[in-house]
């Protein structure tokens, strides 16, 4: 398949969409999308993060690490 476009999307290509919280959060969240899981699954899965960081994280480390 050729396209003119950056990225072109198609019905049948997989999608994976993360959502990481507190299980009971994820369980609210849930129900009201059930309508959007045409054809697939949806998983709920326990995690165990090894690493988190984010840019607010890092610019702080930095600031402290000059004092």
Same mark, same amino acid.
């Given at each position: 398949?050729?396209?003119?476009? &950056?990225?072109?999307?198609?019905? +049948?290509?997989? /999608?994976?969409?993360?959502? =990481?919280? %507190?299980?009971?959060? *994820?369980? &609210?969240?849930?129900?009201?999308? +059930?309508?959007? /899981?045409?054809?697939?699954? =949806?998983? %709920?899965?326990?995690? *165990?993060?090894?690493?988190?960081?984010?840019?607010?994280?890092?610019?702080?480390?930095?600031?402290?690490?000059?004092?």
């Amino acid at each position: 398949m050729h396209s003119t476009h &950056l990225v072109s999307f198609t019905d +049948d290509l997989p /999608v994976l969409i993360v959502i =990481v919280g %507190l299980e009971d959060r *994820v369980r &609210l969240f849930l129900p009201p999308r +059930d309508d959007l /899981v045409r054809e697939g699954m =949806v998983m %709920l899965d326990h995690v *165990v993060v090894v690493r988190y960081t984010d840019e607010k994280a890092r610019n702080w480390r930095r600031r402290s690490d000059r004092s």
